[in-house]
């Protein structure tokens, strides 16, 4: 067979896999999200916090049901507020009573709630980023997610999460406690907050140097163009035909980042 139409039969079977992936499924949901399980979350992260024992409320997050979760998480911000919470305690406990300091941190499954047993990975690109594929810059699904991440995941992918995610890195944004209630002031704090702080605008040039954050996740702010105006939005002021240039990401260790 010509090699040409190898590649092209791969290619559509490659992009019909993707698309039936990136299909949502349909969930069961209420109207009000539980308090009691995105406390839960917050309870967590504040015993990491207080150097506390975990153990308890590891086994209560555990001990909840399936279908509990897809009900008591009904909404996105519901979703986001408990999964960065207990993303962001997560590593922490992993890196510190695990001792886990290799990638292998974000790829190993010891994070068990409702049954289930995740990875860091699998709350930051299945969950929160509605399972994308890790490296396609935010512009491909992942290869066949599992059904229950699709039932958990958000409905729409929200640029502000990586503002509020922290993987124990120095150029990480620091660690905060995101409440239901008050989530979209925070994630717009958080977001404000990192690019003014890691942001340098050269006026005369034209070159908006920023966090390599928005370069590995491209496609969730919508490209060039909507990180532009994402920088407009922060600093009041028009920034059409500005480049962008990205920083090197410091990896050194910075655990207890707390804001």
Wanted: glycine share 4%.
């Amino acid at each position: 067979m010509n090699p040409l139409y190898i590649i092209l039969i791969f290619t559509i079977v490659i992009l019909i896999s993707w698309r039936i992936s990136d299909s949502p499924i349909q969930t069961i949901s209420v109207s009000q999200p539980s308090t009691k399980i995105i406390q839960l979350s917050e309870e967590l992260l504040l015993a990491v916090k207080t150097e506390n024992p975990t153990g308890s409320i590891e086994k209560e997050l555990s001990n909840l049901q399936a279908l509990e979760l897809i009900q008591g998480l009904s909404d996105d911000n519901a979703k986001k507020a408990f999964w960065i919470n207990i993303y962001n305690a997560w590593y922490q406990i992993l890196a510190k009573r695990k001792k886990i300091t290799n990638h292998s941190i974000f790829t190993q499954k010891d994070i068990p709630v409702a049954g289930y047993q995740f990875s860091l990975d699998d709350i930051e690109h299945g969950i929160l980023r509605r399972y994308r594929w890790k490296l396609s810059m935010g512009y491909l699904p992942q290869f066949f997610p599992s059904t229950f991440i699709k039932q958990i995941a958000v409905s729409t992918i929200d640029y502000r999460i990586h503002f509020a995610l922290n993987c124990g890195a120095t150029s990480c944004p620091p660690i905060a406690f995101y409440k239901y209630g008050m989530l979209d002031m925070q994630l717009d704090l958080a977001t404000s907050s990192f690019l003014s702080g890691e942001s340098n605008i050269d006026t005369v040039n034209k070159v908006i140097t920023t966090s390599k954050i928005l370069y590995w996740f491209k496609g969730d702010f919508h490209g060039k163009k909507g990180m532009l105006s994402l920088f407009s939005k922060i600093f009041k002021k028009d920034f059409s035909g500005y480049s962008l240039v990205f920083k090197k990401y410091n990896w050194s260790s910075h655990l207890n980042n707390w804001q």
